[in-house]
């Protein structure tokens, strides 16, 4: 529990500190958003959704974006269900995706060498923003996350990403800021 509780806090605190970087939003709406992603993830803390620790959860305009792999469309419905139920929650955006199978170790490190990869290819372009798209990679399948300003924006990073050898396929769970 403890261990759990030092991940919330330090991914809260980390959510916060990128989010006062996108000076688009006043100081009190960050805030607001902030305090909706915290209350999301704790509650999916404390009802015991098995993949709570995988799921990515961001907020824009008490918009609520779930994304990341979780076991089953089981976990993925109680999840949105959980989210959906949380205070100050405007509207979920169940982007959850299934996982099919394990792992093996060779495949987790590919993995987490596509998605360095991918992050640093998004860091370097100029037409989107890095700090706003999560990256999670499954078997050569990556998907891109968040919620960004335009369809620009986003479609610019689903080609960027679509082109980086080793990707088998992009998931574009990006959200259009409301």
Known sequence: MIKRSAWLFFSTVLFCIAGLAAAQKTAGEHVDDSTTTAR???ALLEQSVTDAVDINVETSNGVVQLAGWVDSGEIKTQAGKIATQ???????SNRLQIRSGKR???RVLDDTILAAKVKLKL????SSNAFKVNVEVRNGVVELSSFVDTYEERDA???LVAGIDGVNEVINSIDITR
């Open 40 to 42: 999301v993830k704790m």
């Open 104 to 106: 093996s170790a060779g």
């Open 123 to 126: 860091a370097e372009s100029d």
């Open 157 to 159: 990073a689903v080609s």
């Open 86 to 92: 949380t205070e100050s929650v405007a509207a979920v």
